[in-house]
């Protein structure tokens, strides 16, 4: 007989192994800044971006795009775009740079 994992039990699942990949994936790389944490969210990935900068007063986003075009655009959309068009307008200085990824590195 199998057993139906509830709603929480699959999301905190899916957390731990995010978080596992987070430092797996990114623990290198990040070992020469200083001040740096990795955060994860649940939601509406462009939302939460947007709401996690205009609470910790983030002034520069760094957002990889796919460079995704036509139907694919249209039926993916784009979170790079959203982050940039609600990107916290508290103050001059927040940018949002967009950055096409690597073919290697797509997923």
């Keep these: 007989m199998y057993r139906i994992a509830s709603a929480e039990e699959v999301y905190a699942d899916l957390e731990k192994s995010a978080r596992k990949e987070l430092e797996k994936t990114f ?12 955060v994860l969210l649940r939601g509406t990935p462009y939302e939460e971006i947007t709401k996690f900068a205009e609470a910790n007063m ?26 940039v ?3 916290p307008a508290r103050c001059s200085r927040c940018a949002c740079h967009n950055i096409r990824m690597h073919e290697s590195l797509s997923f």
């Design 58 to 83: 983030i002034d520069l986003i760094v957002i990889a795009t796919h460079g995704r075009t036509g139907l694919d655009r249209l039926l993916f959309g784009s979170t790079a775009e959203q982050v």
């Design 27 to 38: 623990s290198e790389d990040m070992r020469k800044f200083k001040d740096y944490e990795n």
């Design 85 to 87: 068009r609600y990107a």
